[in-house]
């Protein structure tokens, strides 16, 4: 049974940092994983992706330059820095494993990726 479980969020103030961790269980080999947000009211928002041997990744402009996506395979482990953080940065983050790495993002594939159940990140002024 595929497991997926987010941690690291929390209440930060703007301008501060968090880093986000997501440890997989029941997967075979590296996978595509990706990191995507939502906020309430809003649709949900892919912002990072990485390819399984961890060569390449890519991040949302949204959050380009503040955020950076990275994984340890020896741990089954993807992180997200989040460095620079802004009241827009406040959302629900799932890790997604097992996504469609298309080049310059990663998309979910239904019935195939598997979600974790969230962690909330809150920016406070």
């Known amino acids: 049974q595929v497991q997926v479980v987010e941690s690291g969020g929390g209440l930060v103030q703007a301008g501060g940092s968090l880093r986000l961790s997501c440890i997989t269980s029941?997967?075979?080999?590296?996978?595509?994983m990706a990191w995507f947000r939502q906020d309430r009211g809003k649709e949900r928002e892919e912002i990072a992706c990485?390819?399984?041997?961890?060569?390449?990744?890519t991040h949302a402009d949204s959050v380009k330059g503040r955020f950076t996506i990275s994984r340890e395979n020896s741990k089954n482990t993807m992180y997200l820095q989040m460095n620079s953080l802004t009241l827009q940065d406040t959302a629900t983050y799932f890790c997604?494993?097992?996504?469609?790495?298309?080049?310059?993002?990663?998309?979910?594939?239904?019935?195939?990726?598997?979600w974790g159940q969230g962690t909330q990140v809150t920016v406070s002024s």
């Open positions: 029941g997967l075979r080999g590296g996978r595509n």
């Open positions: 990485i390819t399984g041997d961890g060569i390449y990744t």
């Open positions: 997604a494993a097992d996504v469609r790495y298309t080049g310059t993002s990663c998309d979910d594939v239904p019935g195939h990726t598997h």
